[in-house]
């Protein structure tokens, strides 16, 4: 009797001991996170689940964002040029107006817009990353061309606007087509095509007609691009929101999963505590039991 007794004792106590080893060992999990499984706090998932979510959406209309502002960064690099080379025929047509032009000085400014022009036509179909930006959906394809003959520049490009989601239900134009910039409603090519062939005929009246066809062609240009810039700046205020919504929910999951270190680390001296006393007692009763069967 005494040794079923002793050993029912002992089966408890390595129950016991069992029993403190994992509670010990869950404690020691939960140093970092007080949840790292949906059983340690049912309550908490929901808000767990819902924090994760809404981080993960706002990373991935983050990265939509920047990859929109970089692509806004680099046309508007482009049409800053523009604006620079529509400027310049401004001065040359204002300096042929205003001065006496021998022929020769004539041909200089002609041929100075021909090259100008052959540098606007060069940026509307400029390609990054192998894909051309002013040309709509068919980016793979040159959207403009020049006539041999003529010397005329057509629009082979698609009118398409391109949009990205940047938030929840919003969305942006993530691209300018090159028919609005120099073909709609201003032939920006035009006016340059014109301008050269009234400097090469010294015709001062042309002059003043192409000198007044260069601020509209000016003017649709820039406003595409001040378009741009405030989309641009709405996308930076989109991005700061965003950023702001993950650190909220940051703090929402920390509130949920993160730990209390003093209280994880009382309860675990607590169940050491008891770990350690279960083996002392452990430890006599086996030297009891060894005693019992001699």
């Not at 499984?37 to 809404?54: G, H, Y």
């Not at 609005?180 to 007609?209: I, K, P």
Request: aromatic share 6%; charged share 25%.
């Amino acid at each position: 009797m005494m040794r079923t007794t002793t050993t029912s004792v002992y089966r408890s106590m390595q129950l016991n001991i069992a029993r403190a080893e994992d509670e010990l060992n869950r404690l020691y999990m939960h140093t970092e996170k007080r949840v790292n499984v949906a059983s340690d706090d049912p309550s908490a998932v929901r808000a767990i689940e819902n924090a994760r979510s809404q981080m993960t959406m706002s990373d991935r209309y983050i990265e939509n964002i920047e990859t929109v502002q970089d692509g806004m960064d680099i046309v508007d690099g482009y049409l800053d040029t523009v604006e620079n080379i529509m400027q310049r025929i401004q001065e040359i047509t204002t300096a042929a107006i205003n001065s006496s032009l021998s022929d020769a000085d004539a041909v200089t400014y002609a041929d100075e817009v021909a090259t100008l022009k052959e540098q606007l036509v060069d940026i509307a179909n400029t390609q990054v990353n192998g894909k051309y930006l002013f040309a709509g959906f068919t980016d793979d394809t040159q959207p403009f061309s020049v006539d041999a003959v003529s010397g005329d520049v057509s629009y082979d490009g698609t009118t398409d606007i391109k949009y990205v989601e940047v938030g929840p239900g919003e969305t942006v134009q993530s691209n300018l087509t090159g028919d609005v910039l120099f073909t709609d409603s201003v032939d920006v090519f035009a006016v340059f095509d014109d301008l050269e062939a009234n400097l090469r005929a010294g015709d001062v009246a042309a002059l003043q007609v192409s000198l007044d066809a260069i601020e509209p062609a000016t003017d649709q240009i820039r406003t595409q691009r001040s378009l741009m810039g405030n989309d641009n700046a709405r996308l930076e205020d989109n991005r700061a929101m965003l950023e702001e919504v993950k650190l909220q929910m940051k703090t929402t999951l920390s509130r949920y999963e993160d730990a209390d270190m003093i209280e994880v680390f009382s309860d675990m001296t607590q169940a050491e505590t008891a770990l350690e006393a279960a083996l002392a007692v452990s430890s006599r009763l086996n030297s009891l039991s060894l005693l019992d069967y001699m």
